[in-house]
T-cell receptor, first 115, second 113 residues
Framework: DGGITQSPKYLFRKEGQNVTLSCEQNLNHDAMYWYRQDPGQGLRLIYYSQIVNDFQKGDIAEGYSVSREKKESFPLTVTSAQKNPTAFYLC??????????????FGQGTRLTVV | AQSVTQPDIHITVSEGASLELRCNYSYGATPYLFWYVQSPGQGLQLLLKYFSGDTLVQGIKGFEAEFKRSQSSFNLRKPSVHWSDAAEYFCAVRTDSWGKLQFGAGTQVVVTP
């Protein structure tokens, strides 16, 4: 089945540690996104990528990094510079263009907790 | 700048009653609008979308939404809610041709017996 797979589902980070969240899609979508979700704030865009080897900062990129070495994969690293990383992280992908089949599809999310 | 407002943070509705969730957007061009639903600890599932044509759109799970350009609104409705409709609902507008989304803060729906 086509879809987006995020792993792990739960992740615990110690202070000062970098952690990487995985996102893989087999929908053949060009664009991929990382969103952060906090209670009462909806989803906020961290980074996005429209083609391989290229990505742009979203609204809250500080303390995060990404790579896009393959079309299918868009991992997110939460660095020690991110002072409040505890949140629910969602990966999404979509086709470019106009018309019917341009909605974003979402993974099941990764809950990151600082311990 | 684009923005999406969901005025109701929390709504409680009785099972079998009707439900309406409000969404107002600010966007310069003709918007692509979406409603997503999220169960606790899960990802987002698309309920319905609007990008052109008929302003009343039908979605999954018995939901519908009406686009009103004059009011910059895209309200979600369901005639009779089921206990399984308890979830968080997000309205979103697409802000570029690639699918980048601006979300509202969400509305939590609680269904009582």
């Amino acid at each position: 089945d086509g879809g987006i797979t995020q792993s792990p589902k739960y992740l615990f980070r110690k202070e000062g540690q970098n952690v990487t969240l995985s996102c893989e899609q087999n929908l053949n979508h060009d664009a991929m996104y990382w969103y952060r979700q906090d209670p009462g704030q909806g989803l906020r865009l961290i980074y996005y990528s429209q083609i391989v080897n290229d990505f742009q900062k979203g609204d809250i990129a500080e303390g995060y990094s990404v790579s896009r070495e393959k079309k299918e994969s868009f991992p997110l690293t939460v660095t020690s510079a991110q002072k409040n990383p505890t949140a629910f992280y969602l990966c999404a992908s979509s086709h470019e263009g106009a018309g019917m089949n341009t909605e974003a599809f979402f993974g099941q999310g990764t809950r990151l907790t600082v311990v | 700048a684009q923005s999406v407002t969901q005025p109701d943070i929390h709504i409680t509705v009785s099972e079998g009653a009707s439900l309406e969730l409000r969404c107002n957007y600010s966007y310069g061009a003709t918007p692509y609008l979406f409603w997503y639903v999220q169960s606790p600890g899960q990802g987002l599932q698309l309920l319905l979308k609007y990008f052109s044509g008929d302003t009343l759109v039908q979605g999954i799970k018995g939901f519908e939404a009406e686009f009103k350009r004059s009011q910059s609104s895209f309200n979600l409705r369901k005639p009779s809610v089921h206990w399984s409709d308890a979830a968080e609902y997000f309205c979103a507008v697409r802000t570029d041709s690639w699918g980048k989304l601006q979300f509202g803060a969400g509305t939590q729906v609680v269904v009582t017996p």
